[in-house]
């Protein structure tokens, strides 16, 4: 096994109390000229020792807790297939975490066409101090992997992973295409299956409404796997019964996404309203229910969203869009995610939000729903509104892992010119 050689560096993390809120404000990282600045964060709950948490962030940036998020140490992930980005960190049952990112063989980073030929997963056997070298999945030529996620199947330990590749990254060739690619692995996540496409109609390259994108998976109390994914102003859903050997033959239009996936927020130099989906694992009265979620900008411009739809027969059919942000019309919430607690069954979506400013000023807040979906309550678990930048790139997503009614948001905040990484010390 390959050890990280990266001296593990003590972060003095700042714990701040909230003035008007109820939750703890935890600063994990700050931007310290070192490459890459910190964003697009990553964060999962170790099922075994809930205590134990680790999240990542671009491009290499590994963080770990040991006292539930209030004090955390940093580390830098190296491969022998490269690091470089989309950090996607989730954990196994045995407690296991694994860490899946992008790739970059050569070193060279855009200056060799081989960056991006795989999704690699690096897993960690000690609460993340430690990473292996990694096992690679969708290696094609040099064909572009990109923008991959994971989940973990709770009865075997089974890690199943969705991703878009592109023939041409930014072509606008009606000869080049995007396809949702699909890989699993035993929980060792050395070898990995044939990467196979599994949706129907494909997108083009250019990495916009028309493009394939958002494939995030999940697993279902027997073994399903659920993955949804956004092209132009539909979300498409497709299921595997069987753990992954067969898909269905037809995917599913499960929802609306009106105005497309890519969407302008004024103050962000890049946004998107991807879907993340979500099964209920606990034993509750919703155990199995699938939820997708999402942000839009259905009622305008002006006006971004966050919704969810459900389903209760496995993804046949889906609920009527449900609005989860309770503020009056005419602000924007985005930057969404989702996740549900698998002994609780409580959903929790967070995402940035400007219902308190009338400029670009930016919260985070979090929504909690405890009866499957069908009613949301809100509250700003940010301490502190940001106003961000259209030159500072904040990454394509933030972050949320619940367990037992321990909840982790992690969000990238900008302050006094400086990119940082953030959690909320949510208890329910």
């Known amino acids: 096994m390959v050890r990280e050689a990266i001296l593990i560096l003590a972060l003095s993390a700042s714990l701040e109390v909230l003035a008007q809120g109820r939750w703890a404000n935890i600063i994990i990282d700050v931007e310290d000229g070192r490459g890459y600045p910190p964003c697009e964060p990553s964060i999962a709950i170790n099922p075994k020792d809930p205590g134990n948490i680790v999240a990542g962030a671009i491009l290499d940036r590994v963080y770990v807790s040991r006292d539930t998020g209030k004090t955390w140490t940093e580390s830098r992930l190296t491969s022998s297939a490269g690091v470089f980005g989309d950090p996607c960190v989730v954990a196994g049952t045995n407690g296991d975490f694994y860490y899946l990112h992008l790739s970059d063989p050569s070193g060279k980073g855009w200056s060799d066409p081989s960056l991006l030929d795989r999704i690699v997963c690096q897993r960690s056997k000690d609460g993340g101090n430690s990473w292996n070298d990694g096992g690679f999945m969708g290696l094609n030529g040099n064909r572009d992997q990109d923008k991959e996620w994971a989940a973990v199947d709770t009865r075997n330990g089974r890690i199943h992973a969705t991703w878009t590749e592109f023939q041409k990254y930014g072509s606008n060739s009606e000869q080049d295409s995007t396809f949702i690619m699909y890989a699993s692995s035993s929980r060792k996540a050395k070898k990995w299956s044939k990467a196979v496409r599994i949706n129907q109609i494909a997108g083009n390259c250019v990495d916009s409404d028309g493009t394939v994108e958002g494939a995030v998976p999940a697993v279902g109390p027997n073994g399903e796997v659920y993955v949804s994914w956004a092209l132009n102003e539909q979300i498409w859903f497709d299921r595997s019964l069987d753990g992954g050997k067969t898909w269905m033959e037809k995917d599913v239009s499960a929802t609306a996404i009106p105005g497309g996936w890519d969407i302008d927020i004024p103050g962000i130099g890049r946004a998107n309203g991807m879907p993340v989906t979500r099964v209920d694992l606990s034993e509750g009265p ?105 030159r500072v790139f904040f990454g394509d997503y933030n972050n949320i892992s619940a367990y037992d009614g321990i909840v982790r948001p992690i969000w990238t905040h900008y302050e006094n010119k400086k990119l940082s990484i953030r959690t909320a010390l949510v208890e329910f």
């Open 286 to 390: 919703y155990k199995g229910t699938i939820y997708i979620n999402w942000c839009d900008q259905r009622f305008g411009k002006e006006d971004t969203d966050v919704w969810m739809i459900r389903s209760k027969d496995q993804g046949t059919t889906w609920s009527e869009p449900l609005r989860v942000n309770n503020d009056l019309p005419g602000k924007h919430q985005f930057f969404t995610w989702m996740d549900v607690d698998p002994v609780t069954g409580y959903i929790y979506i967070v995402f940035y939000d400007r219902r308190n400013h009338e400029g670009n000023e930016t919260d985070v807040y979090l929504a909690v729903s405890k009866d499957g979906g069908n009613t949301f309550e809100n509250m700003e678990i940010s301490r502190y509104a940001f106003t961000p930048s259209e």
